[in-house]
């Protein structure tokens, strides 16, 4: 729901495609070509729901879910698809004693019950925080995580909120005792043995108490770094698990499946009058598939679209023009010693935009799968409803400061509610291993 005038991303885009290279995807598989393509959109339907034109056809058939690519290899992580890794990951995601209280696990504010997030404007750890909560599913297939893609993997992404002094509270060396403690074995089996903790301060690390601080700077480095290879192992094993976590069919994919194929509706797949024309909105008028675009719904970019600034936040937010040179001088990125990767094998470092004005407060597009299920909305809950959202989308505000993507659509009010009706037909299940998607059975 935006203008179809920006800049063509450059890469990301591989990863929802099957892992061909950043630039030539970038060049064939930008808002050029989707403007090419949806060309051949008309702005009303003619005749029929099952009546589409090759071009609607082929928007319809890429948002399928069954056109979802083989989920790619994490080069970062060779653990990523290992069994026993995501066995472990489970019991870390839940594991309330990676906090620094003790009561905060990842599962607090990513709860499966929600479809892993709170559904809170901003996310509660031990403290406060200035973001939304991000759902897990399908971040696999991202090149970026967070709102602002500060980290360039899941396991990147797992390690920040752990020593976050808002979010989990505690530090490396405590977290490498829990392991030692009650995840000896596992941790063993699959990274070889732990380093001797002996004489370890129970809390230490390149945290913001200056306490734990001091302590972490006080260590010998070669006891910092095999404390840092276990929290780095902590990552890998909980993004094995978060890999297992995806979207299963929603209304929208069955309804795809029988008007390509031309086959009657059931009522697991039937829409009505209003969700269709929501649909021709979405991929014609309304523009809102130059970026939620491919099966996950999203081109895993970062765009301003003129969201107002929280009034529960403090200070400026200035998005991914702060979060592309965290990602880029992340300890646990791509190009890290703690990564699995070979130098050539980190593109999206390599290749990723770091200045322009395009990137001041630019927050990632998230996936629209089961949005209707996820309010509230925007990167700090600024918006309530969906209704509201597309309200925003329609009206184009300006950006409380750098520029907004947008461009009023002038929608009728029939026109918004027939675009959330569409998005309503996006909520489905999430597919993962059943006992994935509960808590473990507790073990000590």
Not at 68 to 75: G, I, V, Y
């Amino acid at each position: 729901m935006r203008s179809t005038s920006e800049r063509t991303p450059r890469v990301g885009l591989r990863r929802l495609l099957g892992g061909l290279p950043s630039r030539p995807i970038a060049t064939l598989m930008g808002v050029a070509a989707w403007t090419l393509l949806l060309t051949m959109v008309p702005d009303a339907i003619a005749g029929p729901a099952s009546r589409w034109t090759a071009g609607q056809r082929e928007v319809l058939r890429s948002l399928s879910i069954a056109s979802l690519a083989p989920l790619p290899a994490d080069p970062s992580n060779v653990y990523g698809d290992n069994q026993r890794a995501a066995a472990l990951g489970h019991r870390l995601f839940f594991e309330p004693r990676l906090s620094g209280n003790d009561r905060v696990s990842c599962a607090t504010c990513h709860s499966p019950t929600r479809d892993f997030q709170d559904a809170k404007p901003l996310a509660d750890g031990v403290g406060r925080t200035a973001r939304r909560t991000m759902p897990v599913a399908g971040t696999a297939y991202s090149p970026w995580l967070f709102w602002d893609g500060r980290a360039d993997s899941q396991w990147a992404q797992a390690l920040g909120p752990l020593e976050s002094a808002v979010e989990h509270g505690g530090t490396r060396t405590r977290y490498a005792h829990v392991i030692a403690e009650s995840f000896r074995a596992e941790y063993a089996a699959l990274f070889g043995a732990l380093p001797d903790l002996s004489g370890l301060p129970r809390n230490a690390g390149p945290v913001a108490d200056t306490v734990w601080g001091a302590a972490w700077g006080r260590m010998p480095s070669s006891r910092r770094d095999a404390v840092s290879r276990v929290y780095a192992n902590i990552g890998k094993a909980i993004a094995a698990y978060e890999r297992t976590i995806n979207y299963a069919p929603s209304r929208f994919d069955y309804f795809v499946d029988a008007e390509l194929a031309r086959r009657p509706h059931t009522t697991r797949s039937a829409f009505s009058k209003d969700e269709i024309a929501g649909l021709q909105l979405f991929i014609g008028k309304g523009n809102c598939v130059n970026c939620h675009n491919g099966a996950l719904f999203t081109d895993s970019h970062f765009h301003n679209t003129g969201v107002a600034a929280s009034r529960e936040v403090a200070g400026p937010d200035s998005g991914r023009a702060v979060g592309v040179h965290q990602a880029l001088t992340g300890e646990f990125n791509c190009a890290s010693r703690y990564s699995d990767a070979k130098p050539d094998a980190c593109d999206e470092l390599r290749f990723a935009v770091t200045d322009g004005d395009e990137l001041l407060r630019a927050y990632k597009t998230p996936s629209l799968r089961n949005v209707a299920a996820r309010a509230p909305y925007m990167h700090a809950g600024q918006v309530t409803s969906l209704t509201a959202v597309v309200e925003h989308y329609d009206h184009a505000p300006q950006a409380p400061f750098g520029t907004t993507e947008l461009r009023p659509l002038r929608l009728s009010a029939t026109e918004r509610r027939q675009l959330v009706a569409f998005l309503q037909t996006l909520t489905g299940p999430l597919s993962a291993p059943a006992d994935f998607l509960q808590p473990p059975a507790t073990r000590r």
